[in-house]
């Protein structure tokens, strides 16, 4: 269905474009038009399933831009996901200019609160951050006409019901409450009965992955190690289209140009890019003017991509189901996809909930060393000077071929052209990757060590591991392309 058919105007459907969006998801097409309609709706779906866009939009429709009072109110779990939900927000909202501020703790309180004293149209925010503002006289919600509670069930596991509780206290009765939630546990139906009006239930199947078609590696190594491994890994399975997920937008940019400089042919792509930026690097991709693609969690989302061969995660997601909407990006239509994700020693806990999740395991790939990546190098550049003589065209350059023979072996001048096709040893270029803040420690079916409000103990905000999901069967089937007797996977393009 498309967004045009939703009842949504026509500022936002122009910002929707712009965002990239082409159809509604399930969740979104089932949710919005209830929520233009004024009715509370609770929706049960997967985070990356566009539940952002689903509350979003219509909370945006309702919103009168001339009135510079707070008007929305989005409770988050984690900080990270209260920074996503505001800059989505703000590229929907910003053709009808639409101010939207976070407020999260492990952030300067002081800039926070000069941003609460411009009036923003929308606060997004971490339940004890909030009532720090709360409690601060900072934060006043008693304009508030669309209250939102995200990946509820996620706060309450995290021990916030008495925060969500204290902040809904403040907020007017006269509202309307969205509430969405991965799963509906009896606590999220008590919250729905206790607090909104004979709310509409959305509920949109989990998706079921083509777990079958991906073959899901993984490569433990420290975060120093990260580039060349992949640069090398690049080198030895030869992948067609290729997408890298990074964690942040200055990783993505980093990685980009890192890779360019290393003779890839890469491009980034993340929420800071203009829309015509956005446009002609998808394009590229998709035209097969590019090898690889770098991109966000949020960029990525909603946008058309098939055709992928390979998925990189340089950054294991925080988020299990994030995990599951990167690699479904490859594995379509029949084909068979890989997944390989890099992931540092004290992150090992994130990539055990995740097989939690996908009820598949990783298997373990050791790195391909310098001379394998180097043999790798040969062997493409073996099968593109295969390609080129299949061209012909060579009548013109016979005599001067001839002439060079003569003072020239034949093995050396073929050894003068693969290296001239030959990309040179990748590791040669340095690339310098700042290194990002590693994920708080996660124990194999823990949900981390979180306090009440809302702070990661050791000054993190809202540092999640997701855990408590069903167990499922832990093989998983291996595929051709599988691993060679040197412990790295091959894959070969098809010709």
Known sequence: MKFSELGLAQELLTAV???GFEEATPVQKETIPLALEGKDV???????????AAFGLPMLQKIDAEKRVLQGLVIAPTRE????????????????RIRVQAVYGGADIGRQIRGLKDRPHIVVGTPGRLIDHINRRTLKLETIETLVLDEADEMLNMGFLEDIELIISKVPQERQTLLFSATMPDSIKRIGVQFMKEPEHVRIKAKEMTASLIDQYYVRCKEFEKFD??????????????????RTKRRVDELAKGLESRGYKAEGIHGDLSQQKRMSVLRAFKEGKLDILVATDVAARGLDISGVSHVYNYDIPQDPESYVHRIGRTGRAGKDGMSITLVTPNEMGYLHVIEKLTKKRMSPLR???KKEAFEGQIGTAVKEIDELLEQNGLENYIDAASELLENYTAENLAALLVKVVAKDDASAVPVKITPERPLPSAKKGSRGNYDRRSNYRGGRDNRRSKGGYNKGSRSGNKKSGGNDKRG????????
């Not at 609770?42 to 952002?52: R, V």
């Not at 790295?488 to 098809?494: D, E």
């Open 488 to 495: 790295f996977v091959i894959r070969s393009k098809n010709k």
């Open 229 to 246: 491994i992949m640069t090398r890994l690049f080198d030895v399975q030869s992948p067609e289209l290729t997408i890298v997920f990074g």
């Open 17 to 19: 474009k712009q965002v």
């Open 81 to 96: 996901l209260a920074i996503q939900t505001q800059e989505e927000l703000y590229r929907l909202g910003k053709n009808k």
């Open 367 to 369: 790195p391909p060393s």
């Open 42 to 52: 609770i929706g049960q779906a997967q985070t990356g399933t566009g539940k952002t």
